[in-house]
């Protein structure tokens, strides 16, 4: 399954808020097994997630090793909104920087200002595009 079914209530919802969330959690495992869950900026595009990752981030090694992935969504304050997805991730040069997304950037121009980064600077320190194929959805 690529994506939630949007012909569904909870499909439809999951959809909605990949594109509205701004804030996603990427789980790599590390080489010794643990996993290690990351606060990511995200886009939901063309059927996967795409994250720019920092250049010193540990989860590049991780998923250079152990590309399969766990990625939520915050759920709401009761529990319910749930979005979380399997996938396999893998670093993709040919994703090109993300100053070549204007998605992504469309996205994120407010905390791009609120963090006062240039694009340049956030291309500089998060040139690692990440893109995770979902292998298996759990929404509701």
Request: charged share 20%.
């Amino acid at each position: 399954m690529t994506a939630p079914d949007p012909s569904t209530q909870a499909g439809a919802r999951a959809l909605a808020l990949l594109d509205r969330e701004l804030i996603g959690w990427l789980t790599t495992i590390d080489p010794a097994g643990q996993p290690q869950t990351s606060a990511v900026w995200f886009l939901w595009q063309d059927g996967e997630i795409l994250v720019f990752s920092g250049k010193r981030a540990r989860r590049n090694d991780n998923l250079l090793a152990h590309p399969l992935v766990s990625f939520n969504l915050n759920s709401d304050p009761g529990g319910g909104d749930i979005v979380t997805m399997e996938g396999v991730a893998r670093i993709d040069l040919a994703a090109g920087p993300a100053t070549a997304s204007a998605a992504y950037l469309a996205k994120y121009r407010v905390l791009l200002a609120d963090y006062d980064w240039s694009v340049e600077y956030f291309a500089a320190e998060y040139p690692v595009p990440v893109l995770v194929r979902p292998t298996r959805w759990r929404v509701g």
